[in-house]
């Protein structure tokens, strides 16, 4: 992250060229935030549908693995970085 320029030394109309440039990446920045929280919310009501099929299918929703990894995120012991797998 580039340093933060010191406000005194800087004229008027860099200020306002500041204040602009840091409100148009602040736009994009909310812009990709809602498209991922969107891709996101289409993955979980798909994950939502498929566990739903599974269960009325007869089938376990969850498996034991699925419970170890619960219990490992609970006690402060979430998954490890892949590099260190």
């Known amino acids: 992250m580039d340093t933060f320029p010191d406000l005194g030394s800087?004229?008027?109309?860099?200020?306002?060229?500041?204040?602009?440039?840091?409100?148009?990446?602040?736009?994009?920045i909310s812009y990709r935030r809602r498209i991922l929280h969107g891709k996101i919310?289409?993955?979980?009501?798909?994950?939502?549908?498929?566990?739903?099929?599974?269960?009325?299918?007869?089938?376990?929703?969850?498996?034991?693995?699925?419970?170890?990894?619960?219990t490992n995120i609970l006690a402060g012991r979430g998954p490890k970085p892949e590099d260190e797998e």
Not at 11 to 23: G, P, R, V, Y
């Open 10 to 28: 800087l004229s008027d109309q860099e200020l306002k060229d500041l204040i602009q440039q840091l409100t148009e990446e602040e736009l994009e």
């Open 41 to 70: 919310d289409i993955l979980r009501a798909e994950l939502v549908n498929r566990l739903r099929k599974k269960h009325e299918g007869g089938e376990d929703v969850f498996s034991g693995a699925d419970v170890e990894k619960l």
